[in-house]
């Protein structure tokens, strides 16, 4: 697993204004009885403080050696007795006067390998269809290096559509959407096989968001959730990403929220993070509430987490469920709330 940073860039400030040095702010277990942050502290903290030092110097070669320590922290902590499999990330969040580092050690007990239960793996290497993968990542390249000197439009895109990454800042990027739209159509039963057979998950997950262009948006849905029992963290990650864009702007479509909050528990902490914000919109719908609500105790295992990225988002639905004004660290009492509201749903 490579190494994943997350930015959380404040609106009143940019990376290149903030602290250039790093501070481990914390270190989070989700969700384990074997690994406690504790422990993981004991066991693993000088490879961590070692980790946060190496990307700390900012040079290639530094960055290199961060990601074999972390790696043998992952494989050290995957050995452990009564663990399936365990991930390490390292998240970065930015102000203008901060720059936190946290650590989350994804953890999947041997007791609890129902968590793993996705579908295989493909095998097979399948033609691009229309070659509409590659322009995917044309899209998604050209897009990003727009995003990252400023010059992409921050406000929603005119969407061709159900989901669109970025607006119509370019004819490069408005042609490619229009391809988008006609292939989508004209190579949807070949998307849909890449969807299915093909091996390499990136691809994959370029299937999906291609097809997010067809005309059918409860094909578009039904997709998206096939893809949330894909075995990679990529592709379940793209399935919410179109959903999320769905249940946003689209409200003569429908998501059941029963599909999302399993995704709640997802071993892979940026899909959990996806699974959250597509919760927050859900907690306005009435038919959703209820749904959403019967989530309340995973609920409060993410707010426990220290990473910003979690905790925030579900502080956030929390709140907008509950209608209560409990502290976001006043677990005790997000708890008893949780228990008393939906009692039993995660036994």
């Known amino acids: 697993m ?39 502290r004991s066991l693993f903290g000088p490879r961590i403080n070692e980790v946060v030092m190496l990307l700390n110097h900012h040079r290639p070669a530094s960055t290199d050696k961060s990601e074999v320590v972390r790696k043998t922290i992952e494989r050290d902590a995957a050995k452990l007795t009564g663990v399936a499999s365990a991930a390490v990330t390292l998240s970065e969040y930015f102000t203008s006067v901060d720059h936190a580092m946290y650590v989350t050690f994804d953890v999947v007990d041997e007791s609890d390998r129902g968590r793993l239960a ?6 097979k290497t399948m033609p691009d269809p229309g070659l509409l993968l590659s322009a995917w990542k044309t899209y998604y390249d050209l897009g990003s290096a727009l995003a990252r000197r400023g010059e992409m439009p921050v406000d ?16 490069e990027l408005d042609a490619l959407q229009s391809k988008f739209v006609v292939g989508a159509s004209a190579k949807e039963s070949e998307l849909r096989s890449t969807f299915v057979h093909e091996a390499d998950a990136e691809k994959r997950a370029a299937a999906v968001f291609v097809l997010s262009y067809g005309s059918r948006g409860e094909k578009v849905i039904e997709t998206c959730l096939s893809a949330l029992k894909d075995p990679s963290a990529v592709v379940r ?10 249940v946003n702007h689209r409200k003569d479509l429908s998501v059941d929220a029963e599909r999302i909050t399993p995704l709640l528990d997802d071993p892979n902490g940026s899909v959990r993070r996806k699974a959250l914000g597509l919760l927050v919109p859900m907690t306005s719908d009435d038919k959703q509430r209820k749904k959403v609500l019967a989530a309340a105790p995973r609920l409060v295992d993410l707010l426990r987490l220290s990473e910003p990225g979690a905790h925030d988002l579900a502080f956030t639905v929390l709140g907008r469920l509950s209608k209560k004004s409990f502290d976001q660290r006043d677990y005790a009492s997000w708890a008893k709330w949780a228990k008393e509201s939906n009692e039993g749903f995660f036994k």
């Open 237 to 246: 990650g793209a399935g919410l990403q179109v959903l999320a864009d769905v």
């Open 2 to 40: 490579t190494l994943l940073v997350s930015l959380l860039l404040a609106a009143a400030a940019s990376p290149a204004n903030a602290q250039s040095t790093a501070t481990l702010r914390g270190v989070d277990v989700y969700r384990s009885a074997v690994l406690s942050p504790e422990k993981a």
């Open 156 to 171: 929603r895109p005119a969407c061709p559509g159900f989901y669109c990454l970025w607006g119509g800042a370019t004819p």
């Open 118 to 123: 996705f579908a295989p793996a493909p095998k």
